[in-house]
């Protein structure tokens, strides 16, 4: 959904800067304010239309036959295409007319990136096709070298395990937060297959001391027993105090409701029970999870009927994110007898293993392959519907096979980098100053890849489009036409392009973890798209059209 929302919120900066490129040369040409607010408009309205169309189109295919994950890209998309539509071209067209109309817009003043080119685009077309090929075979090389380990458990199976670190271990401690990851990722490599490792930090936390763990191996036992071996006292245990008891008063004669509520542990006390976590590795409630261990507790202590003995509920919630759980436990217990039960239950709380870990969850193979099979669908099926309707629009079916050449060459392009990063992140340079990672294909990067077609077919319709103006009823192409048309809309290629990448490198650098393989993705892709739409996409038109 999030990757749909960038992919909509760059193409309304591009819609943008479509209509006020053509204001510009309508001011350029001479024409009257009135005139550049009109033509600027309705001739960036056909490549905006394009444009948004075809995104549209292939969102809708994603919808129809992706993963529940594609199904919220594309759905987000699909509003965002519909959305900028109105907003582009009537309610950005409303606000200048009606500026001009009431007098307060004078003047359009416009600042040039640099004045007209003239760049042959087309005459190094087989050099610059000969390098992306052996980039790309490079990177696929390196794909096939890596195996199943280019991907996450999204796409594999494996088991997800969320751990919390022990903050009164001395090892823990001395740690600064860069140093905490490393030291998971560390111990969780030593002992688990294809692990990655993503710090959570909740609330106003000064170090993350919560980390998710995913590795494709599936046998969760055995998962449990290796990262408490690695981690040792290192490894946060369920803690839990105890307040002081105190009485619970019989109610009023007379207070019906009350003495329905309150009979049953009349005369016995209140305890209030707080805990160092949020979770208990369960679906049920904390309290449901802290019940069934104090039952058990009572039985092993000789309690006749265990489970009648007391009632435990949620109490108030935790001033603060992530500082844990407070719940109230009724009793009927004597004094003595219940502090001794409660001793015991805070010590089955702290050895139970499987409370030691706050969130564990495995998925098979099947149901991995299922997803890996079904992303692939939706993307092919996704270019084979950009393909039609470009060949509908521009009566050639080699307009719509360029653009997906284009398309193809970014993604794998883009795949090729997140394939050679595994040997990239074990060099100090790249690891620490470019803060690249041994990155794996998952669910976020499917999402890039999805967002970065969309971004790649947008760049290359404009061009597209511009040389169909130029051509006019021309038969043919030749090599000028082409050339012309990039160097027209090379102001807005470069200035549409430089924005979004400059919005994804500041996610790459302070997006988080969670955030890093999908920015390192877009990253890659967004220049591999600037490049194949200048240089690849457009020129070969010359090959298959030219005269």
Known sequence: GLAGLALTIGMAVDANVLVFERMREEKERGATLAQQIRNGFNRAWVTIFDSHVTNLLAAVVLYAVGTEEVKGFALTMILGMLWNLFTAVFMSRFIFETAYNEGFLKELHFRKMWDKTNIDFVGPRYYCMGVSLVVILLGLGAFFARGMTMYNIDFTGGTLVTIRLNEADSTVQSLTESQRVEFVRERAVDVLPDVTVESLRIGEAAKAARFNIRTTDQDV??????????????????????????????????????????????????????????????????????????????????????????????????????????????????????????????????????????????????????????????????????????????????????????????????????????????????????????????????????TLIGFSVNDTIVIFDRIREIKGKTPHLTTKVVNDAINQTLSRTILTSLTAWLVVLVLYVLGGEGLHGFAFALVVGFLSGTYSTIYIATPILIDWLGA
């Not at 071996?229 to 109610?251: D, N, Q, R, T, W």
């Not at 360029?402 to 794998?412: R, T, Y």
């Open 221 to 450: 036992p055995q998962v449990k027993d290796k990262i408490l071996a690695a981690f040792g006292p290192a490894l946060a245990k369920i803690e839990m105090s105890v307040g002081e008891g105190k009485p619970i008063p019989a109610p009023a004669a007379d207070d019906a409701k009350a003495a329905t509520v309150l009979n049953r542990f009349a005369g016995g006390r209140q305890y209030d029970l707080g805990f160092n976590t949020t979770s208990f590795n369960s679906t049920q409630p904390a309290s449901q999870v802290v019940s069934a261990e104090f039952a058990r507790v009572l039985a092993a202590g000789g309690i006749v009927n265990p489970n009648t003995r007391f009632e435990i509920t949620q109490g108030p919630a935790a001033s603060k994110a992530g500082a844990g759980t407070t719940l109230i436990l009724k009793t009927d217990l004597e004094p003595d007898a219940a502090k001794a039960q409660l001793a015991a239950l805070k010590d089955s709380l702290a050895n139970n293993r499987d409370l030691l870990f706050e969130r564990i969850s495995t998925f098979g193979s099947t149901v991995a392959g299922e997803t890996r099979t079904l992303a692939l669908i939706a993307t092919v099926a996704s270019w084979i519907i950009i393909i039609v309707y470009l060949w509908w629009r521009f009566h050639s079916f080699t307009y719509g096979l360029a653009a997906v050449l284009a398309v193809v060459h970014d993604v794998l392009f883009t795949l090729g980098a997140i394939a050679v990063s595994y040997w990239l992140a074990l060099l100090p340079g790249f690891n620490n100053l470019l803060m690249i990672d041994q990155f794996k294909i998952d669910l976020p990067i499917v999402a890039a890849f999805l």
